[in-house]
């Protein structure tokens, strides 16, 4: 592998709090030096960064590359790739493919996808039961060997409140985490909006945020049952925020994440019957949005993901009644995470680590760090940069993105995946 020397950045690291003007140096896959090279190294390629902020990669909680499966909307090659350019290095995807992530001969042909993909890494949860039916547990050890990071109900709750009992308890016995989406299926069935004056206007069925919230009664009940570490995926209530934090203060093993949409985005953004903001689950009130930002930045929100769901044009264009719910998250995801510096949400060094650090943690991997001697995922971004956001300047193959149109502040330059350099702007 290539000697490699980021020249001149600010180095923002939030695993080390870290935040210094230094070169970085890469050797053999692996963050070799900070400030200073280490004895013997002779650079092989050297990037002038300066001016530009170089920080741990990206690690997406939540992203769908729809591979295997449903090829027509994106696949493993082109959103690893999206993924590299929008500084993420790190892909975590859902079992919910087809066929569903519930043997090893599923992860073994992600993984042989991913390498053939040279971008970001694919990382795939596990399914916590076969074929995501909520009946008979997976082979979770065998699983974990494949190279699964957690096991996950990927959206299909397990209703079964004893066989979600028997598989957390089960995924615990061999120290894997369990994702679970907190939503109750009979009071969201059907739903398509969220429940407020905006769906009563417009005349569509609502999703009530007590969806979210008797599901997470459910759930937090077994995980002081169990003891299991359980993360919560994409919350979207003030009422679904106050429950995590009530039982992180009570000692319970549990994180939450968030996708960035939520942040920025609420009901009335579905007003004209705006399809692109039609997401499951859905954007809530302004209260909500509040919320959500609010336990971000108070940490009981440790990780915000981009909850990725690229689809084909078709698949939006219909009346809301018919249209797919998810929007294409991979290009705006650090944008996004970026703004809420600018409106002083969170500062920077927190920002992101709820990106980097805080995903790392919440699954155990060794990224997400900038320490000599961790693995060398890097993301490099210009924090002046500004730039239009469209179809054309998407990376992803779903270019069904709310936020079409918006202008952004920073932009990735470069990424390092393994200490390769897998993306570049083509204007640098």
């Known amino acids: 592998m290539n000697n490699i020397v980021l020249s001149g950045g600010r180095i923002v690291d939030p695993a080390n709090g870290l935040d210094t003007e230094a070169d970085l140096f890469v050797s053999e896959g692996r963050i070799a030096g900070i400030g200073e090279a280490p004895s013997g190294f002779r650079a092989e390629q050297t990037l002038d960064v300066g001016g530009q902020i170089v920080c741990p990669g990206l690690i997406d909680l939540a992203a769908r590359p729809r591979e295997p499966g449903a090829t027509h909307k994106a696949t493993i090659a082109s959103e690893a790739r999206a993924a590299a350019a929008g500084g993420i290095t790190t892909l975590c995807c859902p079992p919910d493919s087809q066929p569903v992530v519930d043997s090893t001969s599923v992860v073994e042909l992600i993984r042989r996808r991913e390498r053939e993909a040279a971008g970001a890494k694919i990382l795939p949860y596990g399914a916590l039961t076969k074929g995501l039916a909520g009946e008979q547990l997976t082979e979770m050890a065998a699983l974990k060997a494949a190279g699964c990071a957690a096991m996950a109900d990927g959206g299909h709750v397990i209703r079964n409140s004893l066989v979600l009992r028997r598989a957390m308890e089960y995924a615990g016995s061999f120290k894997l985490p369990v994702l679970l989406t907190p939503k109750d299926p009979w009071l969201s069935e059907g739903g398509l909006i969220h429940e407020g004056h905006v769906a009563t206007r417009l005349g569509l069925t609502g999703i009530p945020a007590a969806a979210e919230t008797a599901a997470l009664g459910r759930?937090?009940?077994?995980?002081?049952?169990?003891?299991?570490?359980?993360?919560?995926?994409?919350?979207?209530?003030?009422?679904?925020?106050?429950?995590?934090?009530?039982?992180?203060?009570?000692?319970?093993?549990?994180?939450?994440?968030?996708?960035?949409?939520?942040?920025?985005?609420?009901?009335?953004?579905?007003?004209?019957?705006?399809?692109?903001?039609?997401?499951?689950?859905?954007?809530?009130?302004?209260?909500?949005?509040?919320?959500?930002?609010?336990?971000?930045?108070?940490?009981?929100?440790?990780?915000?993901?981009?909850?990725?769901?690229?689809?084909?044009?078709?698949?939006?264009?219909?009346?809301?009644?018919?249209?797919?719910?998810?929007?294409?998250?991979?290009?705006?995801?650090?944008?996004?995470?970026?703004?809420?510096?600018?409106?002083?949400?969170?500062?920077?060094?927190?920002?992101?680590?709820?990106?980097?650090?805080?995903?790392?943690?919440?699954?155990?991997?060794?990224?997400?760090?900038?320490?000599?001697?961790?693995?060398?995922?890097?993301?490099?971004?210009?924090?002046?940069?500004?730039?239009?956001?469209?179809?054309?300047?998407?990376?992803?193959?779903?270019?069904?993105?709310?936020?079409?149109?918006?202008?952004?502040?920073?932009?990735?330059?470069?990424?390092?995946?393994?200490?390769?350099?897998?993306?570049?702007?083509?204007?640098?």
Not at 295 to 312: F, L
């Open 219 to 428: 759930d937090l009940a077994l995980v002081q049952q169990t003891g299991v570490r359980t993360h919560f995926g994409r919350l979207s209530t003030a009422a679904g925020a106050n429950q995590i934090a009530r039982a992180q203060q009570q000692g319970l093993p549990v994180t939450a994440d968030v996708a960035a949409l939520q942040l920025f985005l609420t009901e009335m953004d579905l007003w004209d019957f705006n399809t692109a903001c039609q997401v499951d689950p859905p954007v809530r009130s302004d209260s909500d949005r509040a919320a959500l930002r609010q336990a971000v930045a108070n940490g009981q929100i440790a990780a915000i993901c981009s909850d990725h769901q690229p689809h084909e044009p078709d698949a939006k264009d219909g009346p809301m009644g018919t249209s797919s719910p998810g929007a294409s998250g991979l290009d705006s995801l650090l944008p996004l995470v970026l703004r809420l510096v600018d409106e002083g949400v969170l500062p920077l060094m927190d920002a992101l680590a709820r990106v980097t650090s805080n995903p790392a943690h919440i699954l155990g991997l060794e990224a997400g760090s900038l320490a000599v001697g961790r693995v060398a995922d890097i993301c490099v971004f210009d924090p002046k940069a500004v730039w239009w956001f469209n179809a054309e300047t998407m990376h992803s193959m779903g270019k069904n993105s709310p936020f079409l149109g918006w202008e952004f502040t920073g932009r990735v330059t470069h990424t390092l995946v393994d200490g390769r350099l897998v993306y570049r702007l083509s204007q640098q």
